[in-house]
């Protein structure tokens, strides 16, 4: 079993800033793909942005040109930077860790760490 704790989140006014951070409890990062994930109340489960074991990104269009997805896999984390946030950022991010070899197979999911954005 590969724990993912997230950490950085809290409240924030309009326009500011978070960056979140999520540490594997083993090295699995040169075999994962690495994303994050958010979820408003009421609302499904939304990719934000990956980023691959060769560090190639994919971002929402919500949220291009604002977030930054990055990988240390020496540390074993991974990050997002959330610049420029918005009302409509408010929600609990999870952090994602899926294989990227016919094995093992895993999908792993953090525990969530909520981010409320908010004047």
């Known amino acids: 079993q590969v724990q993912l704790v997230e950490s950085g989140g809290g409240l924030v006014q309009p326009g500011g800033s978070l960056r979140l951070s999520c540490a594997a409890s083993r090295s699995i990062f040169s075999i994962s793909a690495m994303g994050w994930y958010r979820q408003a109340p009421g609302k499904q489960r939304e990719l934000v942005a990956t980023v691959t074991s060769g560090d190639t990104t994919n971002y929402a269009n919500s949220v291009k040109g604002r977030f930054t997805i990055s990988r240390d896999n020496a540390k074993n984390t991974v990050y997002l930077q959330m610049n420029s946030l918005k009302s409509e950022d408010t929600a609990v991010y999870y952090c994602?860790?899926?294989?990227?070899?016919?094995?093992?197979?895993?999908?792993?999911w953090g525990q969530g760490t909520q981010v409320t954005v908010s004047s």
């Open positions: 994602n860790a899926k294989s990227i070899v016919p094995t093992p197979q895993y999908n792993y």
